[in-house]
C-alpha cells in the first residue's frame, strides 16, 4: 500500500505529566497538579470531537478507520481511571477502530496504580512502552528516574497478569555513570525480561534538558562530569544492536528492535509518512489533501501544537498548520525512510515524485556509498552502521537539492 492509499488513521495524544522531571528529559513535560490533568483532558475531549469539522475546513483526509493509537509523554499513566475512561470513550465515539488495532501507552515503573492498570485494559490497550532507560538502580535513580530494576520487574508482571503482553522497554545509552559493562547489564535484563519490542536511544545533550545545559555549561550538577563521551556512547549503541540482534531482537529502525511481528505499526507510521493525528502538547499530525491533477500543488499537510501548556489550553485553533511542497515531502521521505532498516525503494520514490525530482539525490547517494555511510543494492537505498551513527549528517545532504528546489511552488500557513 503506497502513503495515497493509505485510508487509516493513527491517533497520538499527549500526556504531558510526570511525577518528577528527569535531568536528560528534553519534551514538553512537567509536573503538574492533578486538578490540571482534568481541565487538560477536557481540551483534548473537545479537539477530538471537533477535529471531524477542522479536517472538513481545511480539505484534508481524515479518516474515521484508526488502527493505531498511542498516548504518549509524559507519563499517561499518571492520569485518573476516569479520565483514561473518558478519553477513549470520546476516541471510540469519533473514531471506529480496526479490531486488531495497535493500542500504546507510556508508562513510567512504579507509576501503574492497580485501578490505572484496569482503567487501560478496559479502555483497550494492548501494548505498554515502559521508560526503564537503565536497570541498574544508581544509574537510574541520578538521572531522575523513581524507580528501581525490582520496580521495573513486579510492574511487568502485573502488566502480563492484566493480559499485556506487546511491551517496549526503553533504554539510554550514555547515563551519568554507566559503562560498558554496566550497559551489557542493562541490555541483559532487557533481554531476560522476555519482552518483544526494545527502543535504544543515545543520550542527547542539548540546551532542551536540564542535564545538557549543564554538560554544555561543563558543569558537575546531575553528575554531569560521570557522562561518557560520544565515542563511548556510539560504542555502546553498537553493542545493543549486536546483543539485541543475538536475542532475536531485530533492528528495524535506528532506535528500534523487536521479534518478527512486533515492530511499533503506530511508529511506522512517521517513518513511513502514513497518516496520524496529534493532539495535545507539542503534538504534530500529518494528513493528506485528496491529490490534485497538478503534481505541483503540496497535498501533504503538517500541523503542530503549541509547547506551552497555558497556550495550548487556551488556544481557540488547535492546531497550526503548513502545507508541505514535494520538494520538502521527498526530502523527509529521503530522512524517513532511511532511518528504517528496510530502506528507500528509489522506484517509490520516482513514482510518487517523477525522474527528474529523484536524479540529484542519486549522485547524493552515490558520494555517500563511497564514503561508507550508505548501502545502494538492488534499487534500495539503506544506511550502513557507520551512517546510523552519523545518520543526521546523512540527512542534512538530502536538503536543498537542486532540481527538487524547482518542483518548490508556495507554503501556505494559517
Ligand atoms: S518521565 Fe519521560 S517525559 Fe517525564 S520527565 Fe522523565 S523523560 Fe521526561
Known amino acids: 500500500m503506497t502513503a495515497d492509499q493509505d ?11 510526570c511525577r518528577s522531571k528527569c535531568t536528560y528529559c528534553n519534551f514538553a513535560s512537567g509536573v503538574y497538579p492533578a486538578s490540571e490533568h482534568a481541565r487538560y483532558v477536557g481540551r483534548l475531549v473537545g ?40 478519553l477513549f470513550t470520546t476516541i471510540r465515539a469519533n473514531f471506529h477502530f480496526d479490531v486488531d488495532a495497535e493500542v500504546t501507552v507510556e508508562c513510567a515503573p ?20 515502559l521508560g526503564v532507560q537503565s536497570f541498574i538502580d544508581r544509574e537510574a535513580q541520578s ?31 550514555g547515563l551519568a555513570g554507566q559503562t560498558f559493562a554496566s550497559w551489557q547489564e542493562s541490555l541483559d535484563a532487557l533481554i531476560g525480561a522476555g519482552v518483544p519490542h526494545a527502543s535504544v536511544y543515545m543520550l542527547e545533550v542539548d540546551e532542551d534538558s536540564r542535564l ?19 565515542d563511548a556512547i556510539a560504542r555502546m549503541y553498537t553493542q545493543a544492536i549486536d546483543s539485541l540482534a543475538t536475542a532475536g531482537l531485530a533492528q528495524y529502525e535506528i532506535s528500534n528492535f523487536c521479534l518478527p511481528g512486533f515492530a511499533s505499526r ?21 494528513l493528506r489533501a485528496p491529490r490534485s491533477s497538478r503534481a505541483e500543488i503540496p497535498n501533504v499537510l503538517r500541523a503542530t501544537t503549541s509547547d ?31 532511518r528504517l532498516n528496510a530502506g528507500v525503494r528509489v522506484a517509490d520514490l520516482q513514482s510518487e515524485f517523477g525522474l527528474s525530482a529523484v536524479t540529484p539525490a542519486l549522485e547524493v547517494v552515490s558520494r555517500l556509498a563511497e564514503e561508507g555511510l550508505l548501502l545502494s543494492e538492488g534499487g534500495v537505498v539503506r544506511l550502513t552502521a557507520r551512517g546510523q ?26
Open 110 to 129: 512504579g507509576q501503574i496504580a492497580d485501578e490505572t492498570l484496569d482503567a487501560l485494559v478496559a479502555a483497550g490497550v494492548n501494548r505498554v512502552s
Open 143 to 173: 538521572s531522575g528516574r523513581l524507580h528501581s530494576r525490582a520496580i521495573v520487574e513486579d510492574d511487568l508482571r502485573r502488566l502480563r497478569a492484566a493480559g499485556i503482553r506487546n511491551i517496549n522497554l526503553d533504554l539510554i545509552a
Open 308 to 338: 506551552d501548556l497555558t497556550a495550548y489550553l487556551g488556544a481557540s485553533q488547535p492546531l497550526e498548520t503548513t502545507w508541505h511542497s514535494p520538494a520538502s515531502q521527498l526530502e523527509e521521505a529521503w530522512f524517513l525512510g532511511l
Open 389 to 414: 551513527l552519523l545518520s543526521n549528517d546523512v540527512f542534512q545532504e538530502f536538503l536543498g537539492l537542486a532540481n527538487v528546489a524547482e518542483l518548490v511552488p508556495q507554503q501556505m500557513r494559517s
Open 7 to 17: 485510508n487509516a488513521l493513527g491517533i497520538y495524544i499527549s500526556i504531558p505529566f
Open 47 to 86: 479537539d477530538l470531537e471537533s477535529a471531524g469539522v477542522w479536517a472538513g475546513q481545511i480539505n484534508v483526509n481524515l479518516p474515521r478507520r484508526v488502527d493505531s493509537v498511542y498516548l504518549g509523554g509524559g507519563t499517561p499513566s499518571l492520569l485518573a481511571p476516569d479520565l483514561i475512561d473518558h
Open 266 to 286: 503506530h511508529n511506522l507510521r512517521y517513518w513511513q509518512r502514513r497518516p496520524y493525528l496529534g493532539l495535545g502538547l507539542d503534538a504534530s499530525s500529518m
Open 212 to 230: 545538557g545545559r549543564e554538560m554544555l555549561a561543563g558543569g558537575v550538577r546531575y553528575h554531569a562530569e560521570l557522562v561518557p563521551n560520544d
